[in-house]
């Protein structure tokens, strides 16, 4: 008989069994996006056999790949180090990761560039020990939620143009064996919660000042070009300094109302400064520790000697000064002869520091052993009061980074000057195109006369050496100089596609119209730029002259800002560019005071986005009045939809996205604002693009090919590429 009872059971079993399959195999289906994210890296890295990955599977989460750690349907770690993996990294695909916290790829044989595009919220990015080149992306600034980057051990190179201020999350930083040149960011004085730093082993110069007050428990600075001295906290943490060009003259005195130095951390390694690459607990100890007197207090107590020196020397003189007329009679008829030795305290170097000024004692800032001779129709007051103070210039070399051309090489690369190789004329000068034997071609800008006079050339060499220390992938950089014959001759590379202004105002049958993805990429190369110069250089550079005729176009329409730092470095170009005033990029407020701050510059570069959404030139006096200056005829329509569409610019034939466009005219609102204070810093206008992109999601799929943009070049990339 049939136990109709077990056979229900059986039943009811199985089908539950089969349902929480279904469950859990429904549940683990991988976020797609993650799937083809990672697809796509496998392809890149040459589809490593050593990974194990399934070859028609999409299933990652469900089917636990190699490397591959996820939360429900979301990838939250990938972790395949020590793997001898190949290939490169694709520019994109990393941004889709979302939930990925862990990327780690380090110690593989990996080459290429590091992706600009990184997952958005990783904690922590390890691609150490691979074979990658390149620049350290800007994008890393961008990553907020990093605590632990590490590039070393790669072949990185360029300055380090990454803007650390909303990085406050990161507690270890390794960038050691690479050939990373430049000063450090002055943004990385914003790092609050930085331990642990390891920079040796690359090309940097400058100081280390800019890390003097970060939390730091251990720094590695050995085998750069760093030059200065170690600021008085580092000494106090674990630190390794050899391999530089410290000075070795005693530091300056802190400015007043400096806190005193922290005493040394019990619970880390002290002793002072490591010179040759070995902890200080390996049993060296510094002569001034075992006395109880630190470096600066010794330091300052050489300076406090050399000051009482000074003020007695002085009142010595001063108290000579006050003998009878008779008495200076008769010196008058004598050779005027040094004052006794035990009278004068040789001072070779008093610095006016903020500890002591020599102004309040009315006499200058160095003491000579000598005396002036005497003049006996003035008292020693006046002859002190009537010396001019002797200022020594620096000798300024030239950087061995760029080379040095001859005026007879430039003038067969260009013609002589010829028209025919004429590119664009502007405020300093005329560019011409160079084309040299090895079929080599570079844009040479020829500095006006009237801008630098002939006798300018110790100035112009001083330029050039301020100009050579940007890079950047969108700043044009600079290749080399002329400077003879009281010319004075810049070189920079060229990029064939010209300027933006021509792209998008000098129509020509070898020209398309620029596409949308093609305008939100320049706009955000363009901000980009900016970005640098104002937040990430030391010092800081006001560009003073945005317009499109300043960005060019490479093959792949990558925008690369010109003139970056020329009007920072030329005398009275303040002047000169106030020549141009009227044109449409101006600010209201250059145009009242003639002074160009930061914030002018964020107009500028709003008017250029203007330009870039309209067709139109900042300001066109063949239209009709109301519509001459584009920012007037412009800002009221920006957040009216309606009216929008209708200001686009009609080459783009209505082919852009809608939402994208909306977005794209609220950063040009907020950048043209007729109040300064009101305008956005660049770093504010950069992430707003960056969101731009990522929402638009404008990939050729949207619009199918997505060729439009120039026959002069190569067919761009999406703007998911940038």
């Not at 030059?227 to 580092?234: F, K, M, N, Q, Y």
């Amino acid at each position: 008989m049939v136990d109709f009872g077990r056979v229900i059971m059986v039943l009811f079993t199985s089908t539950y069994f089969i349902l929480l399959v279904w469950i859990s195999s429904t549940a683990a289906t991988t976020d797609p996006t993650h799937v083809a994210a990672l697809k796509a890296m496998f392809q890149s890295m040459n589809s490593p056999s050593q990974l194990g990955w399934p070859t028609n599977a999409d299933d990652p989460c469900g089917q636990s790949w190699k490397g591959i750690t996820c939360s429900a349907n979301s990838v939250t770690q990938i972790v395949l180090s020590n793997l001898a993996l190949t290939g490169t990294l694709l520019p994109y695909g990393f941004q889709d990761l979302t939930s990925l916290t862990n990327l780690d790829i380090s110690n593989n044989n990996l080459f290429g560039p590091i992706p600009y595009q990184l997952p958005p919220n990783v904690q922590r990015l390890n691609f150490a020990h691979n074979n990658l080149t390149g620049a350290v992306p800007y994008s890393i600034s961008n990553l907020t939620s990093l605590t632990d980057l590490n590039l070393s051990h790669n072949q990185l190179q360029q300055a380090l143009n990454v803007n650390f201020q909303y990085l406050s999350t990161l507690s270890k930083l390794d960038l050691s064996f690479n050939s990373l040149a430049g000063d450090l960011p002055q943004t990385m004085s914003s790092l609050s919660g930085i331990t642990t730093m390891y920079l040796q082993n690359n090309q940097f110069t400058g100081t280390i000042d800019i890390l003097a007050n970060l939390p730091l428990h251990s720094l590695n600075v050995e085998n750069n070009n760093f030059t200065g001295w170690i600021p008085e906290r580092l000494k106090n943490i674990d630190i390794q300094s050899g391999g530089n060009a410290w000075s070795s003259v005693p530091a300056p005195p802190p400015p007043p109302g400096t806190p005193p130095v922290p005493k040394s951390n019990q619970h880390h390694k002290s002793g002072g400064v490591s010179t040759t690459g070995q902890d200080a607990s390996s049993g060296t100890i510094d002569e001034g520790k075992k006395s109880g007197i630190g470096g600066g207090g010794i330091a300052g107590i050489v300076i406090s000697i050399i000051v009482v020196g000074a003020v007695v020397a002085f009142f010595l003189m001063k108290r000579k000064s006050k003998k009878s007329s008779s008495d200076v009679e008769k010196l008058g008829s004598q050779s005027t002869a040094p004052l006794p030795s035990n009278e004068v305290h040789e001072v070779t170097s008093v610095q006016t520091s903020s500890v002591f000024d020599l102004k309040r004692f009315d006499t200058s800032a160095s003491i000579n052993l000598k005396p002036p001779p005497i003049d006996r129709h003035k008292s020693f007051d006046d002859n002190e009061h009537s010396k001019k103070s002797t200022i020594v210039k620096k000798t300024v070399t030239a950087p061995a980074d760029v080379q040095s051309y001859s005026i007879a090489d430039l003038q067969i690369t260009t013609g002589s000057f010829s028209v025919d190789h004429l590119v664009s004329e502007g405020s300093f000068g005329r560019v011409y195109r160079a084309q040299f034997d090895d079929g080599k071609v570079l844009a040479v800008k020829k500095i006006d006369s009237s801008v630098l006079p002939n006798d300018f050339s110790e100035d112009f060499i001083e330029i050039v050496a301020n100009i050579s220390h940007l890079h950047h992938p969108n700043v044009t950089e600079l290749v080399g100089y002329c400077s003879e014959h009281g010319q004075h001759l810049l070189v920079y590379e060229f990029h064939k596609n010209g300027s933006l202004h021509d792209f998008l105002h000098v129509s020509d049958e070898y020209s398309k119209p620029l596409i949308w993805n093609s305008r939100v990429k320049i706009a955000l190369g363009t901000a980009r730029a900016l970005e640098y110069l104002h937040e990430v250089c030391s010092p800081s550079i006001v560009h003073k002259n945005i317009k499109s005729g300043n960005i060019l176009l490479d093959a792949e329409l990558n925008p690369h800002l010109s003139d970056c730092g020329l009007a920072s470095y030329v005398p009275n170009a303040e002047q000169i560019l106030n020549h141009n005033v009227g044109s449409g990029y101006d600010a209201p407020e250059v145009a009242l005071s003639g002074q160009y701050t930061f914030k002018s510059d964020v107009y500028s570069f709003g008017v250029v986005m203007l330009e870039l959404l309209s067709g139109r030139k900042p300001f066109d006096s063949s239209r009709l009045r109301a519509e001459q200056s584009l920012v007037r005829w412009a800002t009221p329509q920006l957040h009216d939809i309606d009216a929008l569409a209708k200001m686009v610019d009609p080459a783009l034939k209505g082919l852009y996205p809608v939402k994208s466009l909306s977005r794209f005219a609220d950063v040009i609102a907020l950048c043209v604002q007729s109040e300064p204070e009101f305008r956005p810093p660049m770093s504010e206008v950069v992430q707003a693009m960056v969101r731009l992109v990522q929402r638009a999601n404008m990939s050729r799929r949207t619009f199918g090919s997505d060729h439009g943009g120039s026959l002069r070049g190569s067919d761009e990339p999406a703007i998911q590429d940038i």
